[in-house]
């Protein structure tokens, strides 16, 4: 039998994850409360920017579960979409952006081979 390469979640694992770290499992659970609670944020808001942020770090259970959260907070489809297409442009927009590095590279390869 094939191994999926994200297993579904479980009871079984969620129940091992706590049993082997039950004070760090705590603190990241409150630190995720606060972090969604309503705020200066609505909470769908909140769970849009997740999952746009899901999409750029492409966790798999985090597109899953803060779509779902988003949904449930009033987001429609199309906010969903949109948020997943904010996200492409910015995961797009790093890519352009981080070219500065490849171009000054270039530029310092031509500047000694120019002068050596």
């Known amino acids: 039998m094939e191994h999926p390469m994200y297993p579904e979640s479980s009871a079984e694992l969620q129940k091992q994850r706590?049993?082997?770290a039950p004070e760090p499992?705590?603190?990241?659970?409150?630190?995720?409360?606060k972090?969604?609670?309503e705020g200066a944020l609505p909470g769908k808001v909140k769970e849009l920017i997740a999952v746009a942020v899901a999409h750029t770090t492409q966790c798999p259970y985090c597109i899953r579960g803060h779509t779902e959260r988003a949904m449930r907070k009033g987001a429609t489809a199309q906010e969903v979409m949109e948020a997943i297409w904010v996200a492409a442009e910015m995961r797009a927009g790093a890519a352009y952006a981080h070219s500065n590095i490849a171009l000054d590279a270039i530029?310092?390869?031509a500047e000694k081979q120019?002068?050596?």
């Open 35 to 37: 972090v969604f609670a």
């Open 114 to 116: 120019a002068a050596g």
């Open 25 to 33: 499992l705590a603190a990241f659970r409150a630190f995720s409360e």
């Open 18 to 20: 706590r049993e082997l």
């Open 107 to 109: 530029n310092r390869v």
